[in-house]
């Protein structure tokens, strides 16, 4: 479980703070799907990296199966069971996709072993295995190699900033596949940051994000109707933050 505890996160610019999340509170239940959507510029990104330990958040605690997590750096929370997935995948020149998969996994798999995991996310294992994670790779090629190395680490947390980003549709399509089979299999929990109905559409539930603040949370039958055929100025919620969002 991820607990967030009045998570606030200020820069400054020119001598002037500016706040960009504004006491966030939030609860992911083990092994839950949730995606978090808003408008651009609503601080859901930024939410994401403070969860995932690249920014430090300015107060508040961050509590990941029942401990304080706050301080950790992005290394030290993947070893607590947190992947993170940037929204334009890193290319690795000289390291091949078999290499990559047995890093993720912690462990000298075979290559039978890492196969299956190219397989689970749709991709013919003998025409990947031995490429290099190099820029002959598509985006949505990375972003599939990508998740199959979350999957291959097991992690408890996996959390995607915008998948979709910089893909072609039929990538996306696939995404969606490999997203709804990580759903019903896995065993952790997945936070999704988005804008796809798709996406939206196999959430447990959807966190809306608005000015630095949750502005709705509930299941998607409870938020898409407030989401789908608004504009982001006059969407319900991205007004009114509401006090309890946790479950």
């Known amino acids: 479980m991820?607990?967030?505890?009045?998570?606030?996160?200020?820069?400054n610019e020119e001598n002037v703070n500016k706040e960009i999340l504004k006491g966030i509170n939030l609860t992911i239940n083990d092994k839950e799907f949730v995606v978090i959507t808003g408008p651009n510029g609503g601080g859901k990104s930024t939410l994401a990296k403070v969860i995932a330990g690249i920014n430090k958040p300015t107060s508040g605690r961050i509590i990941f199966d029942g401990e304080d997590i706050t301080d950790k750096n992005i290394t030290e929370r993947a070893k607590s069971g947190i992947g993170f997935a940037f929204q334009q995948p890193v290319r690795f020149k000289g390291i091949t996709v078999k290499d990559l998969i047995k890093l993720a996994a912690g462990e000298d798999i075979s290559t039978a072993g890492a196969c299956d995991y190219l397989a689970s996310v749709g991709l013919c294992a003998r025409e990947y295995i031995n490429r290099e994670v190099n820029a002959s790779l598509s985006g949505g090629e990375l972003k599939r190699i990508e998740i199959a190395t979350i999957i291959a680490r097991k992690t408890k947390l996996s959390l995607f900033d915008e998948p979709e980003a910089g893909?072609?549709?039929?990538?996306?399509?696939?995404?969606i596949d490999v997203f709804q089979k990580m759903h019903d299999e896995i065993q952790g929990s997945i936070v999704i940051i988005s804008h796809q109905e798709r996406i939206l559409n196999i959430a447990d539930r959807i966190v809306v994000v608005s000015d630095g603040r949750i502005a709705h949370v509930g299941s998607k039958d409870e938020v898409l109707p407030g989401l789908l055929g608004s504009s982001a100025g006059s969407c319900k919620y991205f007004s009114a933050p509401e006090k309890e969002v946790s479950k």
């Not at 893909?167 to 995404?175: A, E, Q, R, T």
């Open 167 to 175: 893909i072609d549709l039929w990538s996306f399509n696939n995404l």
């Open 2 to 11: 991820l607990e967030l505890k009045d998570i606030c996160f200020d820069v």
